[in-house]
């Protein structure tokens, strides 16, 4: 059984930074191409970046710059590097294969206000 556990949100003052954790379970997660998405209130899920089993990564163009995508295949964990957070980056964050396949975790809240 696959599961994935979100972690490392908080809230943040704008032009601030965090770094989420997704440690994934029951599946082999060196073999899969993986993805950080989230969802805003009111909107619907979105992806924000994805890395490929060779490493490779692709960003939302809202993201591409602020935030870093990795992994370490043996922690079976991937992770998001954002920095200069702005207000619109408010969201839960959620981790999941790419294209999304897996039971969704809880995610981990980001909030970025003053």
């Known amino acids: 059984q696959v599961q994935l556990v979100e972690s490392g949100g908080g809230l943040v003052q704008p032009g601030g930074s965090l770094r989420l954790s997704c440690a994934a379970s029951?599946?082999?997660?060196?073999?899969?191409?993986m993805a950080w998405y989230r969802q805003a209130p009111g909107k619907q899920r979105e992806w924000v970046a994805i890395?490929?089993?060779?490493?490779?990564?692709t960003y939302a163009g809202s993201v591409k710059g602020r935030f870093t995508i990795s992994r370490d295949n043996d922690k079976n964990t991937m992770y998001l590097q954002m920095n200069s957070l702005k207000p619109e980056d408010t969201a839960v964050y959620y981790c999941?294969?790419?294209?999304?396949?897996?039971?969704w975790g809880q995610g981990t809240q980001v909030t970025v206000s003053s």
């Open positions: 029951g599946m082999m997660f060196r073999a899969n191409a």
């Open positions: 999941n294969k790419y294209p999304a396949l897996f039971p």
């Open positions: 890395i490929a089993s060779t490493g490779a990564t």
